[in-house]
């Protein structure tokens, strides 16, 4: 199995319905899709800011603005099937169907590892792989992505969040292989 990350930033990216389409059709049985929280997290952070609410809060709203992205996701390419749980998860993947992740299970009602803008999707997506024991995770960047850059080097560029070097380790002693690839990099996805 594979995950799949595609950044809230493809949102508005023509390339999108081709890389849905691809990911349904090819991707199918074997391929989770984590969406990233895109101009929904985006007005998280800014009302977070302006209400000066906690992190915890600012949290569950980029985690709801994940779910709005994953819906639209579906929306565009109606053959992906959501899921909202691990097993929800590998269920639709049994199926023969490619999964897009609802991560409605983040909620938080207290503050926790995850509750920080140091972890956006892109760490998440880690996590959901680690937790599902995925064999692959792709992060795919709107923006060009440096050929063999380090996770550090890539937080550093702000390519990344700043936790995600931290996931990367884990997935690599955990035998899943981590690639940040850019949007017309959909072949190295899928294969």
């Known amino acids: 199995m594979r995950v799949v990350k595609l950044g809230g930033s493809l949102l508005h990216d023509p390339l999108l319905p081709s890389w849905l389409e691809r990911l349904a059709t090819r991707g199918a049985g074997q391929t989770v899709i984590v969406p990233g929280g895109g101009p929904f997290a985006d007005a998280a952070r800014a009302l977070q800011k302006a209400w000066r609410v906690d992190d915890v809060c600012a949290h569950n709203m980029a985690v709801l603005g994940m779910a709005q992205s994953a819906r639209l996701l579906h929306g565009i390419e109606p053959r992906l099937a959501l899921a909202d749980s691990a097993s929800g998860l590998r269920a639709?993947?049994?199926?023969?169907?490619?999964?897009?992740?609802?991560?409605?299970?983040?909620?938080?009602?207290?503050?926790?590892?995850?509750?920080?803008?140091?972890?956006?999707?892109?760490?998440?997506a880690a996590w959901l792989a680690l937790r599902l024991g995925a064999r692959s995770l792709v992060l795919v960047k709107s923006c060009p992505v440096p050929a063999r850059a380090t996770p550090a080097?890539?937080?550093?560029?702000?390519?990344?969040?700043?936790?995600?070097?931290?996931?990367?380790a884990q997935c690599a002693r955990a035998s899943i292989a981590c690639a940040v690839v850019t949007r017309t990099d959909i072949d190295r996805v899928l294969e």
């Not at 080097?153 to 990367?168: C, H, K, M, N, S």
């Open 153 to 168: 080097e890539l937080a550093t560029a702000g390519i990344v969040d700043r936790a995600f070097p931290g996931y990367a």
């Open 92 to 124: 639709r993947l049994a199926a023969g169907r490619t999964a897009i992740w609802l991560p409605l299970e983040l909620q938080r009602e207290a503050p926790d590892t995850l509750t920080s803008w140091d972890v956006t999707s892109d760490s998440l």
